[in-house]
């Protein structure tokens, strides 16, 4: 009897594994769970309006209910003519500026999520303190920004210390100029 080539099999050969088809159950779960993240993570960028975070308004910033405070005063301040949001919190090179922009709203997101519904409830753990504070990489890109557009004046007073610890920052004597003065 002859051997068909549906019969004929070679013992050293290993069978091939079986691809996982998605209509499968492993398949299945997950496509419906990618499914599930990017509806899930498209509601929240949608509702969060995420889209306006790659903008250059200021309105954005005040998307959050807690710096409200800080873009009122910002339109009744003196920056408000010539400098947005972006011009003093974020780098101006474009990488270094979405760079800055990802790394906020994650952290932003996350302490707003996070944050308990009661914070001040003894015992409650806060994700965020309130008032906001600027963190020292974030005070690092505000110094180097005033820097920029005011340099040539005060680069005597700076002397070249920029980004030592003990460096002169410009907001220990201008807090008020972006945005009211911290209580």
Request: aromatic content about 8%; hydrophobic content about 40%.
């Amino acid at each position: 009897m002859q051997a068909t080539r549906w019969q004929w099999r070679d013992p050293g050969r290993m069978a091939r594994p079986r691809a996982v088809r998605w209509w499968s159950a492993p398949g299945l779960f997950l496509a419906l769970l990618l499914g599930v993240l990017i509806g899930v993570g498209g509601f929240t960028f949608h509702y969060a309006e995420g889209l306006s975070y790659l903008s250059n308004d200021a309105r954005a910033c005040s998307n959050c209910h807690i710096m409200r405070d800080h873009f009122d005063a910002w339109r009744k301040g003196p920056h408000h003519a010539v400098a947005t949001c972006n011009d003093c919190h974020v780098p101006p090179q474009l990488i270094g500026k979405y760079l800055a922009k990802a790394r906020n709203g994650y952290h932003h997101s996350m302490g707003f999520t996070l944050q308990p519904a009661r914070p001040d409830e003894p015992g409650a753990r806060r994700a965020f303190e309130e008032p906001i504070r600027i963190k020292p990489a974030n005070s690092q890109i505000l110094q180097d920004n005033c820097l920029r557009c005011h340099g040539a004046l005060v680069h005597d007073i700076v002397r070249g210390s920029t980004w030592a610890g003990n460096a002169l920052r410009c907001v220990q004597c201008h807090r008020a100029v972006g945005h009211e003065a911290r209580r």
